[in-house]
Each structure stands twice: as structure tokens, then as C-alpha cells.
């Protein structure tokens, strides 16, 4: 870092009875230092007094010498005194300076135009002394006074933002106002702070105990509405909106060893940029929390949360083994979060603290229709690793909305287990249904008493199922499919006299087996052998409604009564020796 072109200094000294004299002149450039004063027992402890002036047009003379851009310019006047061991000193200020900019753009837009500061402090026996000191420009002003010592003293600081937009660009146009007083008692600091602003006010008294200490303390309350946290969205980088009102009181050490805390939360229309919070966060919305810790166990006397859409409740306590919560949670609606699914869900039971960072989850839930499950096992803290056994029912009609016009009816009962990472991979066990019933009308098809068992390992399902159709006949699966990927499928089904039927067009039955080799997302195999039984054509009264010929069908190992029949309609031809032949149908 330097500062560039000519320098001029001159300094006069002159001693009188042990008393110097001496008077300063320099410039640098388009700078300006100039001061008189006296200086004593300069062999001794040496006592210098100055009054002077000092006068910069433009700061960016010195932006090397700061490493970082500057610019604007100052002009202040200053007398001062000064014991060299600091036992003593004195400085009184007064100064304007014009377009500061120090590049810190919060800063530089408090320090815009015209700028004066006025500035009284003195330190002697220890005990700094602030009188009356203020800054104040076009943008804010700022004012303070006070005393201070090691042991003891009052300090009082005050201020208002003329635009608080200039500051913060999210805020609302207007101006903000702010005070703050405080009291020192040996360690123990009193404080009692205001502020408001558009939108937002906040006031809040107590006692900070030790505030340089290794563990400081605070024992406080405050009370807090904000109109719109969209004003705070640049500060903590996300799109957040809506109205919130805090009441809080309490005692609680920095690293959070010891606390008593009770809060109190409301809040409408609040958003914090997370589409899943969001949903639950709609409306009006209410929190509190009663909680306390002295030790290792942390205790929740009550925690409670509630929205429109959800509630949650909490009590008990964390931290040494053997310590639970109880919790007690509901969502009024799934459907938010699960497209095609609607009603409630709930979920309650105890979480237990273990050794090694885990916890004992006995949960049940229940959720949509009728659907439970109770959930009971390990977990680590942190989510990586589980091991949970899973087992209820759900109704399967839950999906008919994501299949229309198709329907099902029935339950499917599943008894897992999920052990390791909470991945599909590491979840095996069974899913059963029995009885249960598929309608598809556009295919004049209803499937009833279809009983179903899979058996889920390592991201592969064994499944074996058999169906009766209404209007006769069986349908049978069984083979392996993958639940992950491409769904790689290695399935038979099996068909056993199943009567199809058109009521306007045709009535057959249907036999054999269809194979399906490869992955259902495109590229399997499907192939397999259907023999027909008794089939009927029926051609409705008004012919088929086409006006094309019927194209001509070659019969294969065609039975002799078949023949006959076509025979007798005269479909068979005749070659030139009076022999008969497949013709066109």
C-alpha cells in the first residue's frame, strides 16, 4: 500500500520552563494537516495537548494505504490531550465530511451528503466518559452518551434511518427509530432496547452477565411484531414473507448448557420459500414452547404447534439415555403433499434417547380410509441408519383416483422391516391382500377374490397373485420384479378358461400362459402361447358398419366341424380339380 505525490512538513518546537512548544504544517497532495500544541515532561511521562485541523478533498488518495476503495472528502476541526501511558487522554471533534464511501454499500448509504460529527470523549482514572456525541447527515443521525468503567457506568445510544429502503432494498419505504440503554454493575450489564421501523417493532430489557466471559449469560424478554418478514429477506437470503408476532422470556447461557425459555409465536400468511413448509404454514398459525435444561437432559414442558392444515404437540425430555418425548401430531389433509390422496393422517407414540447417538422410535399413524401402521425400532439421530419394523393396512381404494375410470376395493396388510441406510434396497418383509376387487369397465372386466403375496428384498419383489374373473375362468402371476430403475420383470401369467366377453360381438374362452422378460420401462419381452376354446362370433344386424372388404383369413390346423361349417356357407373354394380351399371370410 503507498500514497503518492509531493509531501511538505514542517514542525517548530520551542521550550519555555520545561514546556514545548510546537507547531505542525503539512500537505500531501490534496490533504491538509495543521495543529498546535504544548507537550510537558517529555523525559518523564510526556503530556501532549493539541488543537488542529484536518482537511482531505478527496479520499482516494488513500485507498492503497486503507486496501480498500474510498472516496469523498472531510473537513474537521479537533483539540485533544494525551498522557503517553494512556492514563489520561481527551479528544473534542468537530467535523463535516461530504459523500463518504468506504465500499460497504449500507454504510456508504448512511453516510451520503452533507455529514457532520460531533464527537466529546474523554478516558482519566479509567472510566471512559462519551458527552453528548452525535452523527448527522441526510440519511440518520445517531446520538450518544454516557460513562463507562471497568466495574460500573451508563451508556445511552439513540437513532433514526431517514429511509430504511436505502438500506435494506426488500424494506418498505419509511423511516426507522431506535434506542438503546444500558447499565454496568461489576459483571452484569442491564439493557433496555426499542426499535421501530415500517412494519416492525421490537422492544426488549434484561440482564447480560459477564459479556466477555468464556459463557455469558442472558436473562431477558422480548416482544416482537413483525408486519412483513419480507423486509429480511436479503439478510437471510431467502424469499420470505408474512406477519409474525414473538413474545419470549427467559434465561439461557451462549453455548446453551443451561436455559428456561417461553415463547409464544403468531403468525399469518407466512412464507419461507420452502414448498412443503409453505403449505403447512398457511393461514394462521400458532406456536409456543415451555422448555428447560440444567444438565444433560433437556426438558420440553409443552410444545405445540398449529395451522390450519396441522398440529403437533410435544412433551418429555432429551438428552441422557432413558430420556423420551411423546409426541402427538395431525394433518388435516394429505392431499398437499400426496397428489391423487385425500383426508387426514395422524401420528403419535414416544421417541427414547439411546446410547450411540440413537433413538427409540414406537410410533403409530394412521392416515386416509383407514389406513395404520405402527412403526417400532432404531434410528440414528441424524436419519443415516435404521432399524424399523413397519407393519398396518391401507385401504386400496385409496388410489382410485390416480386410476380412473378403473376402481379397486379390498386392504393390503404389509409387514416390513427396514434395516440400514432408508432406501427401498434395504427394506424386505411381506405385502398381502386377500378378496380384494378390480373393476375395469372400459374393458368389461371385473377381477374378484384376488389374493396377493409379494415378498420385498434387496429392491426385488416375489410376487405371487391369483384372481377369478366374474364371468369365468382364473388369472394367475407369479414371478420377480424390480422396484427400482427400469423395473426389471421376470413374470408368467397364466390364464385358465377365462371367458371374455362382447355382448354385441364375440364370447370366447381363454387358456395359457404369457411370459414378461425385461424392464417395464420399455424393451421387455412379452410372449407366450393363448389357446382359444368355444368362441362365438356374433355380426350384429347392421353388419359391421365398414365399408371395406373383409380381408382374407387362412385358417391353421383348422378341426373338421369348423369346416364343415364353412362349408355349408359357402366360404370354402374350389381349385379346378373340384378340391375345396380356405376363402376369405
Known amino acids: 500500500p503507498q500514497v503518492t505525490g509531493p509531501v511538505r512538513v514542517t514542525l517548530e518546537a520551542a521550550e519555555t520552563d520545561g514546556v514545548w512548544k510546537w507547531v505542525l504544517d503539512s500537505a500531501l497532495d490534496r490533504t491538509l494537516l495543521s495543529a498546535a500544541g504544548t507537550a510537558t515532561a517529555i523525559f518523564d511521562t510526556p503530556i501532549i495537548a493539541a488543537t488542529g485541523r484536518l482537511a482531505a478533498d478527496d479520499l482516494s488518495d488513500f485507498s492503497d494505504l486503507a486496501r480498500r476503495r474510498l472516496s469523498g472528502s472531510v473537513d474537521t476541526r479537533f483539540t485533544g490531550d494525551l498522557v503517553v501511558d494512556l492514563s489520561r487522554a481527551s479528544l473534542n471533534l468537530d467535523g463535516t465530511a461530504t459523500d463518504l464511501n468506504i465500499g460497504q454499500s449500507q454504510v456508504d448509504a448512511l453516510l451520503s451528503g452533507d455529514v457532520r460529527a460531533l464527537i466529546d470523549v474523554a478516558l482519566a482514572d479509567e472510566v471512559i466518559t462519551l458527552r453528548e456525541s452525535s452523527i448527522s447527515g441526510p440519511a440518520g443521525q445517531i446520538e450518544a452518551d454516557g460513562t463507562l468503567s471497568a466495574s460500573a457506568g451508563s451508556l445511552s445510544v439513540s437513532g433514526r434511518i431517514t429511509e430504511l429502503s436505502d438500506i435494506l432494498a426488500s424494506a418498505p419505504s419509511g423511516p426507522a427509530i431506535f434506542a438503546v440503554t444500558t447499565e454496568r454493575s461489576g459483571n452484569s450489564w442491564t439493557y433496555d432496547l426499542s426499535t ?24 431477558a424478554m422480548m416482544d416482537a411484531s ?10 437471510v437470503g431467502r424469499p ?15 453455548d446453551l448448557s443451561e436455559f428456561d425459555v417461553n415463547a409464544d409465536l403468531r403468525g399469518n400468511t407466512l412464507r419461507t420459500g420452502i414448498s412443503s413448509v409453505d403449505r403447512v404454514l398457511s393461514g394462521d398459525v400458532t406456536a409456543s414452547v415451555e422448555a428447560s435444561r440444567d444438565g444433560e437432559a433437556i426438558n420440553i414442558g409443552a410444545a405445540r404447534f398449529s395451522s390450519p392444515l396441522a398440529r403437533l404437540e410435544a412433551t418429555g425430555a432429551l438428552g441422557p439415555i432413558g430420556s423420551a418425548v411423546e409426541i402427538d401430531g395431525r394433518l388435516e389433509n394429505i392431499a398437499p403433499f400426496v397428489e391423487g390422496f385425500s383426508g387426514p393422517a395422524s401420528v403419535a407414540g414416544t421417541i427414547t434417547q439411546q446410547e450411540n447417538q440413537s433413538l427409540l422410535l414406537n410410533l403409530d399413524a394412521s392416515g386416509p380410509g383407514g389406513a395404520r401402521a405402527a412403526v417400532v425400532g432404531d434410528a440414528k439421530a441424524d436419519g443415516s441408519a435404521v432399524d424399523l419394523d413397519i407393519d398396518g393396512l391401507a385401504p386400496l381404494g385409496l388410489i382410485n383416483p390416480l386410476i380412473e375410470p378403473r376402481s379397486v376395493a379390498g386392504n393390503i396388510a404389509f409387514d416390513l422391516r427396514l434395516e440400514g441406510a432408508p432406501t427401498v434396497q434395504n427394506l424386505s418383509g411381506r405385502v398381502t391382500s386377500s378378496d380384494a376387487r378390480l373393476v375395469a369397465p372400459t374393458l368389461g372386466l371385473i377381477l374378484e377374490e384376488t389374493n396377493l403375496n409379494a415378498s420385498l428384498n434387496a429392491a426385488r419383489a416375489s410376487i405371487s397373485a391369483v384372481t377369478n374373473v366374474s364371468s369365468g375362468g382364473q388369472i394367475g402371476i407369479d414371478g420377480q420384479l424390480g422396484l427400482l430403475g427400469d423395473r426389471d420383470a421376470d413374470l408368467d401369467i397364466r390364464l385358465n378358461q377365462v371367458v371374455l366377453i362382447d355382448p354385441q360381438l364375440y364370447e370366447t374362452e381363454i387358456s395359457g400362459v404369457v411370459s414378461v422378460d425385461g424392464p417395464l420401462a420399455g424393451g421387455a419381452l412379452i410372449g407366450g402361447n393363448l389357446n382359444l376354446g368355444e368362441t362365438n362370433i356374433r355380426i350384429p344386424s347392421s353388419g359391421f358398419g365398414g365399408t371395406g372388404a373383409i380381408p382374407e383369413v387362412i385358417h391353421i390346423n383348422e378341426p373338421p366341424p369348423v369346416r364343415r361349417t364353412r362349408a355349408r356357407a359357402g366360404l370354402l373354394e374350389e381349385d379346378g380339380n373340384g378340391n375345396s380351399a380356405s376363402g376369405p371370410v
Open 196 to 219: 421501530e421501523a415500517p412494519s416492525t417493532r421490537l422492544e426488549s430489557s434484561g440482564v447480560v452477565n459477564d459479556p466477555t466471559g468464556t459463557n455469558p449469560s442472558i436473562d
Open 226 to 235: 413483525f408486519g412483513n418478514l419480507g423486509v429480511f429477506s436479503d439478510l
Open 240 to 254: 420470505i414473507s408474512g406477519v409474525l408476532e414473538i413474545d419470549a422470556a427467559g434465561f439461557a447461557r451462549s
